[in-house]
């Protein structure tokens, strides 16, 4: 069993920066891939970046890719996403996900689905303003 646990989010104005934190339990936390996800009012859950085991490998939706950046630290149990140029479209409770079995896949073969997650955090809440 894995338990994830977000924090860092926030209120910050528009072209600000905010850095997301997951902290996962779990002996093997370094077999698996981790993705971040949000999810705006209405709207569906959306994929926003996945790394692999290493940290080697990441992959970012197009409306993230550029300002956010996605790295772990095996050894703390820890993923971040260090969001910059912050827009209120980014504005969203974001998710962390662990998956079990794709933590070795090359780039372009990381995990985006949201059936290919495992294991979830509750969520941190994001707000940026105009």
């Known amino acids: 069993q894995v338990q994830l646990v977000e924090s860092g989010g926030g209120l910050v104005q528009a072209g600000g920066s905010l850095r997301l934190s997951c902290a996962a339990s779990g002996r093997t936390f370094s077999n698996y891939a981790m993705g971040w996800f949000r999810q705006a009012p209405g709207k569906e859950r959306e994929f926003v970046a996945t790394i692999n085991w290493s940290g080697g490998g990441t992959y970012y939706a197009d409306s993230v890719k550029g300002r956010f950046t996605i790295s772990r630290d095996n050894a703390k149990n820890m993923v971040y996403l260090q969001m910059n140029s912050l827009k209120p479209d980014d504005t969203a409770v974001y998710f962390c996900?662990?998956?079990?079995?794709?933590?070795?896949?090359?780039?372009?073969?990381?995990?985006?689905?949201?059936?290919?997650?495992?294991?979830w955090g509750q969520g941190t809440q994001v707000t940026v303003s105009s």
């Open positions: 996900a662990a998956d079990q079995s794709g933590g070795f896949r090359i780039a372009s073969r990381l995990p985006t689905r949201r059936d290919e997650y495992d294991y």
